[in-house]
């Protein structure tokens, strides 16, 4: 399994770059907001990767995180969701959008991907509305856009700079805590999410008071 590719970018298409890494040229598909989020050809590039296999044919996926590849799995095993769907998702919402949506079961969000109708997101919420806490969780515990590694040699450019993506720890500690109250995963999630996109600053003890608030019964 190819779980990481990083070298030099040669060129970019519509919807691959192609990646050259001592020598050989990996193809690798990624959604529109990580080809955005590329540098210039011919810079040092990394990207956390996804092989599918098929019987005539073998793809390379691209991801700036472990979560987004994360998130390309799960939307995978959805019936009717194949790569293309997924890159699409993961591109109109992003990884936090992702999360957001399937937690507060917005399938609307999802129905904006390119070439996923309304029964199809509809699908993607009922099936991973339990899987999305997991997944949650993994953002304040990965760590995220790890140092390029290229080969070093006189043609190579020098690395970029490390840029890594502040992950609020507050978002993974707070389902952790409701778990531990004994709420229902999907609960805990949804309660998260709407408490976040209202705060996404918000520490963990603030997060927690909203997120309590939102599951208190009501009336």
């Known amino acids: 399994m190819i779980g990481k590719i ?14 050259d890494v001592r020598g050989v ?12 989020s590329l540098p210039a050809n011919g810079e040092a590039v990394a990207l956390y990767t996804d092989l599918l296999v098929r019987e005539d044919n073998l793809q390379l996926f691209g991801f700036t995180t472990l979560v987004e590849k994360e998130w390309h799995r799960l939307l995978m095993s959805v019936q009717g969701i194949g790569a293309k769907a997924s890159l699409s998702i ?9 999360s957001r949506a399937i937690a ?7 129905s904006k991907a390119k070439g996923v109708g309304p029964k199809t997101a509809q699908k993607v ?6 899987k999305a806490p997991s997944v949650m969780a993994m953002g304040g515990t990965v760590a995220e856009a790890a140092e390029v590694e290229v080969v070093e040699t006189e043609s190579t450019p020098a690395p970029p700079k490390r840029t ?3 992950v609020n720890p507050a978002q993974a500690e707070t389902l952790s805590a409701l778990a531990n109250l004994g709420y229902a995963p999907s609960d805990a999630a949804s309660a998260v999410a709407e408490a976040m996109g209202a705060d996404p ?19």
């Open 25 to 36: 040229g990996y193809i690798v598909y990624v959604s529109d907001r990580v080809m955005a």
């Open 90 to 98: 993961l591109g109109t919402l992003g990884e936090d959008g992702v």
């Open 164 to 166: 890594v993506k502040q």
């Open 125 to 130: 919420i009922l099936e991973l509305k339990d």
């Open 201 to 219: 600053d918000a520490d963990t003890s603030a997060l927690i008071r909203a997120a309590l608030k939102l599951l208190a019964p009501k009336g």
């Open 6 to 19: 990083a070298g030099r970018l040669e060129y970019r298409s519509t919807d691959h770059v192609l990646i």
């Open 104 to 110: 507060l079961g917005d399938w609307s969000a999802v």
